[in-house]
């Protein structure tokens, strides 16, 4: 979108420099020098080379965006322009920072992972704390067993199930002194402390990040209005140059100057108000990537079923 609105810029700022020109070289016999025609075409060469740069920066944009969807359908080798179909955003609700926070604190996968690990721990000790107790089993057996002169009695008497025996009791086992099972329980909680360390300090980090993507987006919101009101300024002050130049004696030098700086101020303030809503679009996209809600803003369902949080915030 950027590389497109710089071009649409570039391309309307020459076609003032060539008008400009063209009203330049039609004063030739009457009060235009030389000076002031090599002038405007210096100024008018130099916008179209921009111009060009501009196109180049399309073509680029549009190149990088086929590399990134990876679309089977489309080649890189294809001639084609990607037009936008919808005007980038340029409303925001006012952020609430304790609702984002809560929601990044839910939602941001690197949050997600550390409790995870978090869980992970509290199992591993609960197995340590399972194998450092004493062990009670319960132990049961059956047996059978028959006697005869010869094998075919025996099988006889065995299958008679006459002589069957069957034994139940309780085995105890009590650790004593068991270091490797105490170090093993303590290492366990160690890992538990460290992924609990690790869980508030990316916490923290959230958090941070959340708040700093707050003011970014407040001040690219705030930027946006301050670069259009400069860009409607250099168009009045350029209006104004071109409604009062049919009606000047004659052409000086120092007007045609003063026309061609308005006629670029225009532009860079025009440029400037692009790029405000280019940052603040891309602000957006930070702040949904922190709080973990980039599928809800580009409005995209999941089928996972969603995790849930038994513990609500980090301990």
């Given at each position: 979108?950027?590389?497109?609105?710089?071009?649409?810029?570039?391309?309307?700022l020459l076609d003032r420099t060539l008008e400009t020109l063209k009203k330049?070289?039609?004063r030739k016999e009457i009060d235009a020098t030389d000076v002031q025609i090599?002038?405007?075409?210096?100024?008018?060469?130099?916008?179209?080379?921009?111009?060009?740069?501009?196109?180049?920066?399309?073509?680029?944009?549009?190149?990088?965006?086929?590399?990134?969807?990876?679309?089977?359908?489309?080649?890189?080798?294809?001639?084609?322009?990607?037009?936008?179909?919808?005007?980038?955003?340029?409303?925001?609700?006012?952020?609430?920072?304790?609702?984002?926070?809560?929601?990044?604190?839910?939602?941001?996968?690197?949050?997600?992972?550390?409790?995870?690990?978090?869980?992970?721990?509290?199992?591993?000790?609960?197995?340590?704390?399972?194998?450092?107790?004493?062990?009670?089993?319960?132990?049961?057996?059956?047996?059978?067993?028959?006697?005869?002169?010869?094998?075919?009695?025996?099988?006889?008497?065995?299958?008679?199930?006459?002589?069957?025996?069957?034994?139940?009791?309780?085995?105890?086992?009590?650790?004593?002194?068991?270091?490797?099972?105490?170090?093993?329980?303590?290492?366990?909680?160690?890992?538990?402390?460290?992924?609990?360390?690790?869980?508030?300090?990316?916490?923290?980090?959230?958090?941070?990040?959340?708040?700093?993507?707050?003011?970014?987006?407040?001040?690219?919101?705030?930027?946006?209005?301050?670069?259009?009101?400069?860009?409607?300024?250099?168009?009045?002050?350029?209006?104004?140059?071109?409604?009062?130049?049919?009606?000047?004696?004659?052409?000086?030098?120092?007007?045609?100057?003063?026309?061609?700086?308005?006629?670029?101020?225009?532009?860079?303030?025009?440029?400037?108000?692009?790029?405000?809503?280019?940052?603040?679009?891309?602000?957006?996209?930070?702040?949904?990537?922190?709080?973990?809600?980039?599928?809800?803003?580009?409005?995209?369902?999941?089928?996972?079923?969603?995790?849930?949080?038994?513990?609500?915030?980090?301990?």
């Amino acid at each position: 979108m950027q590389a497109r609105r710089d071009f649409e810029i570039h391309q309307a700022l020459l076609d003032r420099t060539l008008e400009t020109l063209k009203k330049v070289e039609g004063r030739k016999e009457i009060d235009a020098t030389d000076v002031q025609i090599k002038q405007t075409e210096a100024s008018a060469k130099a916008r179209e080379a921009a111009l060009l740069q501009a196109q180049k920066g399309i073509i680029d944009a549009q190149d990088t965006l086929v590399r990134l969807m990876t679309d089977a359908q489309l080649n890189m080798l294809d001639e084609f322009q990607i037009i936008p179909a919808s005007a980038v955003s340029l409303e925001a609700e006012k952020p609430d920072p304790s609702k984002i926070i809560e929601v990044a604190m839910q939602k941001n996968p690197v949050i997600q992972r550390a409790r995870t690990e978090t869980e992970i721990a509290d199992i591993n000790i609960r197995v340590a704390e399972n194998q450092h107790m004493p062990r009670l089993d319960l132990v049961a057996s059956a047996r059978t067993q028959a006697l005869a002169r010869d094998r075919n009695a025996a099988q006889d008497r065995l299958e008679t199930g006459e002589y069957d025996s069957y034994a139940i009791g309780l085995s105890l086992e009590y650790p004593l002194g068991n270091r490797q099972r105490h170090a093993e329980l303590l290492k366990r909680r160690l890992e538990r402390r460290r992924a609990v360390s690790a869980l508030q300090n990316v916490a923290d980090q959230v958090a941070i990040l959340a708040k700093e993507g707050i003011r970014r987006i407040e001040t690219n919101h705030s930027e946006i209005q301050v670069q259009r009101d400069a860009a409607e300024a250099a168009r009045i002050h350029l209006q104004a140059l071109e409604d009062s130049e049919p009606v000047r004696e004659r052409l000086t030098p120092e007007f045609l100057m003063v026309k061609l700086q308005a006629q670029e101020a225009l532009a860079n303030a025009q440029q400037s108000e692009i790029r405000a809503i280019v940052d603040f679009n891309i602000s957006l996209a930070q702040l949904a990537r922190i709080s973990g809600t980039v599928l809800e803003l580009h409005q995209v369902s999941s089928s996972l079923p969603a995790v849930s949080d038994n513990n609500g915030t980090p301990e």
